[in-house]
């Protein structure tokens, strides 16, 4: 529904990835989207990647209502051989559909993480959910969860298990090869310290309350500890108050607020930092535990990310999703330097032997092929 790099989320870069790899392995692949937050170097890369671009105006932005003539749509969906919806609540999904539908083309539904009702506007969602959501999920030809925690949200809707396929998120190790660990402290004015990093929108769903409760409690109970905490994403309603709870504490001086961050510097901020820390009180699969990971950068996750995967190869800690939760791992986990950045090596491994893009695409293109001889449900 969206490219906007600044909200977007991890949709957003995974589309941008995926349609790439596609594009490598000769697939003609169009991106639809509305030109919410687009912005030309978006478009600029998918379309320099190889891929076509089509992008719709919106009439309302909030709800990212496209203006558009069926005809177009459907211009778009008798040229192609299968689609792939990404996310849940939105009406370009709806839109694409229902011309699917008519159209008798067969597409996969990817929500990554969209399905349960979270969050703001959920009255809305509800309504979405009853009109056509629920629809789009059960008559897909197929649906793709990015962790095993997902598929439970797939059984709610009424989608068989072997209708689920399992394709986790991917990365692209040339995304995240720039270090320049002083620069980028001078740059973001950031102080000659150990850092923990948070990577993500500033919204209740990621949990940076929690991590500023945890980093405050373990400032007053571990003593000489030398870490400050740098918070990297747009504002998602919670910058004010976390900002506001550190001035209050007493913390404001070790408690950074960079804002977006892109491009280079995103890579230069995992590798300046001792390790990334994701609070998320839900998500199903956590895209920033492989940017941390092809980084070399050790990881502290809560139990609702979808990735404990992470304790069992020794690339960091899991916890509850809470602030005693993320205390102990904190205290735990900058216990010992040296640990880290073993952590952050089995970490990279474990990553770069189980999560590029280009193994990603070819289980998509499996699940494509299967699809296309089946045809339609």
């Known amino acids: 529904m969206s490219l906007d790099p600044v909200n977007g989320g991890g949709s957003v870069e995974r589309t941008l990835q995926m349609s790439r790899y596609l594009a490598k ?33 919106t009439i309302l932005k909030r709800y990212y209502l496209p203006r558009v003539l069926y005809s177009r749509i459907d211009r778009i ?56 959501g629920k629809r789009i999920i ?23 298990e072997d209708m689920i396929s399992v394709i986790p998120n991917g990365i692209d190790p040339e995304e995240f090869e720039q270090e320049d660990d002083k620069g980028f402290r001078r740059k973001y004015e950031l102080p000659d310290a150990p850092f923990i990093l948070f990577m993500g929108r500033l919204n209740a769903i990621k949990g940076p309350d929690l991590l500023l409760e945890a980093f405050i409690d373990v400032i007053r109970s571990a003593e ?28 404001e001086n070790r408690v950074h607020f960079l804002g977006y961050v892109g491009g280079a510097d995103k890579s230069r901020a ?18 920033v535990v492989l940017e941390a990971g092809i980084s070399g950068t050790p990881v502290l996750i809560t139990d609702r990310c ?46 770069r032997d189980h999560f590029l893009w280009e193994d990603m695409v070819n289980r998509y293109l499996q699940l494509f092929s299967t699809i296309i001889r089946s045809g339609p449900v």
């Open 25 to 57: 392995s000769g697939v003609e692949c169009t991106v639809v989207t509305t030109d919410v937050g687009l912005t030309s170097d978006q478009l600029e890369k998918l379309q320099g990647q190889g891929a076509d671009v089509v992008v719709l105006p």
């Open 77 to 132: 969906i008798e040229n192609v051989d299968v689609i792939h919806l990404v996310n849940h609540w939105t009406l370009l999904n709806a839109l694409v559909f229902q011309r699917a539908g008519r159209l008798g083309k067969p597409y996969v539904v990817c929500p990554a993480g969209a399905l349960p009702i979270f969050g703001r506007s959920k009255i809305v969602k509800r309504i979405y959910n009853n009109i056509i």
């Open 138 to 160: 059960r008559q897909a030809n197929a649906c793709v969860a990015i962790s095993p925690l997902e598929i439970p949200d797939f059984k709610v809707f009424g989608v068989r």
């Open 224 to 251: 000489g500890f030398p870490y400050h905490l740098v918070f990297v994403g747009p504002d998602g309603g919670m910058l004010h108050e976390l900002q506001a709870r550190s001035v209050r504490e007493g913390v």
């Open 270 to 287: 995992y590798r300046a930092a001792g390790l990334l820390a994701i609070p998320s009180r839900q998500e199903a699969m956590s895209i």
């Open 306 to 351: 979808g990735f404990d995967d992470v304790a069992a190869v020794g690339g960091g800690m899991v916890v509850g999703a809470s602030v005693e939760g993320l205390k102990d791992g904190l205290i735990g986990m900058t216990a010992d330097p040296g640990a880290l950045k073993s952590m952050g090596r089995n970490l990279e491994k474990f990553t």
